[in-house]
């Protein structure tokens, strides 16, 4: 297998990439802005870019790079041998990065990569497979400015402990504090309870120290009816979280955001149908379930009418 895999070393794995825009200050200042960098050689006229951006100017954006200019066959040969031999998880593992040449706003970015390597068969935590290396050159008016490599593992993924998995775990505990603990104690009440600005009247929720609508600090409760519908939902398949699925197996369950008949909403489940049968508008009434001896969460079961 390796013998064959190697086979596709020094192959190409994308060429005649070119960048969506020069190398431009608008995008700079915004990568500087979110890594917190206040460097001034990355600001001003005589600005160069981060060498760390280089990755970012050979990224296609949301709707990817002009037709022709991606994967090569070479590439999508090698990952279908991979999947056929069993290797279908990827992960990245790392990426270097190699700096040549400054870059500076105007500059017209082209680049192409090329598959480096292909590591003998490994084992890891996640599972046996292989590591692919491509390495990707970026080229600035036609000049090599720096190199980028990035590394996968394409493996098997190692068998699961499905006697671990077959045990659910708790659900997660709410962290309760100065500002939601007088909701907590109304669940321990069976009592759903609504914040009511004491000033405006505005009734607020999930619970929060000020008003949303003047400001105001002080507040006392109203105990919702608990009628309510289903203003929108989603439905969990993956990553699978076994607490919150209704029979602990991780299978898909139903998130919703319920309106209260109060007009405020929350997030919670919908019990008494299946996942795929929840629907906007659909009545709800509040119950309260067990989850566990040390937990009762408000949950909303489909009313029989729905
Ligand atoms: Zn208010």
Known sequence: MHALLRAYEGRAAATGGSGRDPVNLPMIRHWCEAMGDTSPVYRGPAATAPPT???????????????????????????????????????????????????????????????????????????????????????????????????????????RNRDAERKAPARPRPVVNRDNAGFWAGVAEHRLLIQRCTDCASLRFPWLPGCNTCGGAEWDTVEASGEGTVFSHVVM???????????????????????????????????????????????????????????ELPVFRASESG
């Open 237 to 295: 398949h993956h990553p699978p979280f076994p607490a919150f699925a209704p029979n602990g197996d991780g299978g898909p369950y139903a998130v919703a955001l319920v309106e209260l008949a109060e007009g405020v909403r929350i997030v919670s489940n919908v019990i008494g149908v299946p996942y795929d049968r929840v629907r906007v508008g659909m009545p709800v009434h509040l119950e309260f379930l067990v989850a566990d001896p040390e937990l």
């Open 53 to 159: 951006m280089l990755q970012a100017w050979t990224m296609g954006g949301l709707s990817g790079h002009p037709a022709g200019t991606g994967r090569s066959a070479a590439y999508d040969e090698m990952f279908a041998l991979l999947d056929g031999a069993g290797c279908t998880s990827v992960v990245a593992t790392d990426c270097e990065q190699e700096y040549l040449r400054p870059l500076r706003p105007g500059d017209r970015i082209t680049f192409d990569t090329v598959i480096e390597s292909v590591s003998p068969r490994k084992t890891t935590a996640l599972g046996t497979g292989y590591f692919v290396t491509t390495r990707t050159d970026v080229h600035a008016e036609g000049e090599l400015a720096g190199t980028h490599r990035f590394r996968i593992l394409k493996y098997r993924p190692a068998r």
